[in-house]
């Protein structure tokens, strides 16, 4: 008997996991609204992994910035290549194995996860988005660098609009 009553849980588990990634995705944003913000935004085909993943495995992963370059000169994740959106540049890519560990990030995770999708159709086959990406690492107080390698307290907001979801009052926001 308990078996059979075990069955519909096993059922909904499934279908719910087979709705999607989103379903079963990991890690979130430390706020709920920009959480349901970035979590509108994208279509989890690609992996998604959480910033506190990353930011606890260093060294695991090639990190790839899909940014506009001055985005990634004002801060980028500490060792971070700059790939470009709608990228990857080649340069960005010089000496990856096709079985690397590559995270992609951009300020949210949209222009990130369509690189991402890029890199794969490619035949890269271990190959992430950073949930959240750079605002949500700044967001938790994670350290970044400006393009000379040096540590900063400051984030490419992208525009006025999407500035605001970076809420750290420790980390200046950067608009051009």
């Known amino acids: 008997m308990a078996r059979i009553g075990l069955l519909p849980f096993l059922l ?13 995705r990991l890690g979130h944003c430390d706020s709920p609204a920009f959480d349901r913000k970035v979590g509108g935004m994208l279509r989890f085909d690609v992996p998604a992994v959480d910033v506190d993943s990353v930011r606890n495995s260093p060294g695991r ?3 790839l910035d899909a940014r506009a370059e001055r985005e990634y000169e004002v801060s980028h994740l500490p060792g971070a290549r ?4 709608p990228g990857p540049r080649r340069e960005a890519l010089a000496g990856v194995s096709l079985n690397q560990p590559i995270v992609v990030y951009c300020s949210i995770g949209y222009r990130s996860e369509r690189v991402a999708r890029n890199l794969r159709e490619q035949g890269y086959t271990n190959v992430s988005n950073l949930y959240g990406s750079i605002f949500e690492w700044a967001n938790r107080g994670y350290p970044l660098e400006d393009g000379a390698g040096r540590p900063v307290k400051r984030v490419h907001g992208y525009n006025a609009s999407w500035s605001q979801w970076v809420t750290n009052r420790a980390y200046e926001r950067v608009i051009d």
């Open 82 to 85: 700059w790939a470009d959106y």
């Open 12 to 24: 909904q588990l499934l279908f719910s996991c087979a709705q999607g990634q989103s379903a079963n």
């Open 61 to 63: 992963y090639l990190l």
